[in-house]
């Protein structure tokens, strides 16, 4: 099973900043989505942002005008920059990544492993 890679995350005070990496294997072929979702603990797991095949851009509610999603195609990775942090983003971060393949076939597509990130004075 291919897994992309994060990295990122840790522990930052109120209002700071960070910036969540995923990296995902070439083999993947064409992409038709990634994304960007967290779980905080007792909580369902909830879409942060994501790119969708023609660069539409979304985000959720709780992050628009904070969080920003943007990708490198030529080094197959996507970011997810975090600004004013606030306790509540407290939560495990997870990436995903759709292929166009994973998409036709109606599959499941690819997550990370995880990233914690901790926002706390």
């Known amino acids: 099973q291919v897994q992309p890679v994060q990295s990122g995350g840790g522990l930052v005070q109120p209002g700071g900043s960070l910036r969540l990496t995923c990296a995902y294997p070439?083999?993947?072929?064409?992409?038709?989505?990634v994304g960007w979702y967290r779980q905080a603990p007792g909580k369902q797991r909830e879409a942060v942002a994501g790119?969708?095949?023609?660069?539409?851009?979304k985000y959720g509610d709780n992050v628009k005008g904070r969080f920003t999603i943007s990708r490198d195609n030529a080094k197959n990775t996507v970011f997810l920059q975090m600004d004013n942090l606030k306790p509540e983003d407290t939560a495990v971060y997870f990436c995903?990544?759709?292929?166009?393949?994973?998409?036709?076939?109606?599959?499941?597509?690819?997550w990370g492993q995880g990233t914690q990130v901790t926002v706390s004075s």
């Open positions: 790119i969708i095949r023609g660069g539409e851009i």
């Open positions: 070439a083999t993947l072929g064409s992409i038709h989505a």
């Open positions: 995903h990544i759709l292929s166009d393949s994973d998409f036709d076939r109606r599959g499941p597509g690819h």
